[in-house]
């Protein structure tokens, strides 16, 4: 829905900044992913920025051990920022007109 959009109101949740608050040290990541279990804390949330080095001395490549990063958050959070204004818009001009709203 994008209601709260239209009300000015998008919470948004990355998983990354999540995981850091709920897990600044890592543990869970470690016990659940035994894969990152010797990836250092600084490293843990986001093994793909670790240098090769780091990822070859924690047994970790990323792309070999561990798969790649699926997305960009940031980059993917615009983007449904300006399909919610799309729509937002198109909402605005289905209320002058209710035969009017496109869908994709």
């Given at each position: 829905?994008?209601c709260a959009?239209c009300?000015?109101?998008i919470?948004?949740?990355?998983?990354?900044?999540?995981?850091?608050k709920?897990?600044?040290s890592g543990?869970?990541?470690?016990?659940?992913?035994?894969e990152?279990?010797?990836?250092?804390t600084?490293y843990?949330h986001?093994p793909?920025?670790?240098?090769?080095?780091?990822?070859?001395?924690?047994?970790?490549v990323?792309g070999?051990d561990?798969?790649?990063?699926?997305?960009?958050h940031?980059e993917?959070?615009?983007i449904?920022l300006?399909r919610?204004?799309e729509?937002?818009q198109?909402?605005?001009g289905?209320?002058?007109?209710?035969?009017?709203?496109a869908l994709d």
């Amino acid at each position: 829905s994008c209601c709260a959009f239209c009300h000015g109101q998008i919470p948004w949740y990355c998983p990354v900044n999540v995981g850091r608050k709920v897990d600044p040290s890592g543990n869970f990541i470690r016990r659940y992913v035994p894969e990152l279990n010797a990836m250092p804390t600084k490293y843990i949330h986001e093994p793909w920025l670790a240098p090769i080095a780091i990822q070859k001395a924690s047994n970790c490549v990323i792309g070999q051990d561990y798969p790649e990063r699926l997305c960009d958050h940031i980059e993917r959070r615009k983007i449904c920022l300006e399909r919610l204004k799309e729509v937002c818009q198109q909402m605005k001009g289905a209320k002058q007109s209710p035969n009017r709203i496109a869908l994709d």
